[in-house]
């Protein structure tokens, strides 16, 4: 395959038209000086070493080492050859709570904003691990299949809200059996599901699927977030707060008592999130202690830099601009090949 690494710099061919009209304007002004001063025959005779074509031709020389230089500029390369690699580490699928409770702000700056964080440094501390990234609230769907991409699960964890779930209320269940079906089939891998939520279990069930993925060797830890005496969420505008259908401002609240349930159903553990990074380090502790497998993943290598290739022939282009001189070489006029018509006939 074939791309160019910093195409931008095509841009730069935007000036060869430039280029080719000042090149015609100077050829004009210059034969209309010569014009100016006599005749064109008589010139020629003053002046028998001037050529009319080697100008020309070290122009167009440089043309194409320009053109050379910009193709040269945006680094063209070849490369991603598949392979598959064999690397040693856990997998981690992490469901994440977007509902709209997890807007409250009784952990700075809010508790979904908290979340992505936690998120985000946990994938930082993955090397040769694979982690998979799944959203719920109502419904659960995955935001990214189980991967060795870091980058690409941090671009997709950027883009998560609540308005990607159109189905409000929080159903663990449905996060923690769509989590177990995330996994690949190697065996003897240590596998793990993170669930970061506020506990607000709208929906039954989460208990016994937690129990079920544990059967399956997959441990269920649990990240509590937000403050166990609630908080109210914020509004779609600015200073208000969501309220029931009585008009009363809605309080959420951390049930801590449904989060640690899950966690010994899952035989995993329970972290309480509130605004230092103490969660964050126990649950690395956690995780440090699966046990890791060698896991084959399918890798592309890196593209191959081609602009070697660009560069010989832009120096041997230059350094023929170089030994062509503008005018004929007198030396050469003693051969019989490079004499004039008039020359041969004396």
Known sequence: ??????????????????????????????????????????????????????????????????TLCCFLLARPQFGAKQETVTRKGIETVIALDISNSMLADDVAPNRLEKSKRIISNLVDQFKDDKVGLIVFAGDAFVQLPITSDFISAKVFLNTINPGLINRQGTDIKAAIELASRSFTPHEGVGKAIIVITDGENHEGGAVEAA?????????????????????????????????????????????????????????????????????????????????????????????????SIIAWIILVILLLEIFICESRNPRLRSFSLFKSEEEKGK
């Open 211 to 307: 129990q079920a993925a544990a059967e399956k060797g997959y441990l269920v830890y649990v990240m509590g977030v937000g403050l166990p005496s609630g908080s109210p969420i914020p509004g779609e505008r600015s200073g208000e707060f969501r309220k029931d259908r009585d008009g009363n401002v809605v309080i959420t609240k951390l049930n801590e008592e449904m989060c640690r349930q899950i966690a010994a159903a899952g035989k995993g553990a329970y972290f309480y999130v509130d605004n230092s990074n103490a969660a964050e380090k126990a649950l690395q502790k956690e995780i440090d202690k699966l046990a890791k497998a060698d896991v084959e993943t399918t890798v592309y290598t890196e593209y191959d830099e081609q602009f």
């Open 1 to 66: 395959m074939f791309k160019l690494e910093s195409p931008e710099y095509l841009y730069l061919l935007a000036l060869l038209p430039v280029l080719v009209a000042l090149h015609i304007f100077s050829n004009i002004r210059r034969r209309r000086k010569l014009a100016a001063y006599g005749d064109a025959e008589l010139l020629s005779r003053l002046m028998p070493d001037a050529s009319t074509t080697r100008p020309g031709l070290k122009f167009w020389l440089l043309f194409a080492a320009y």
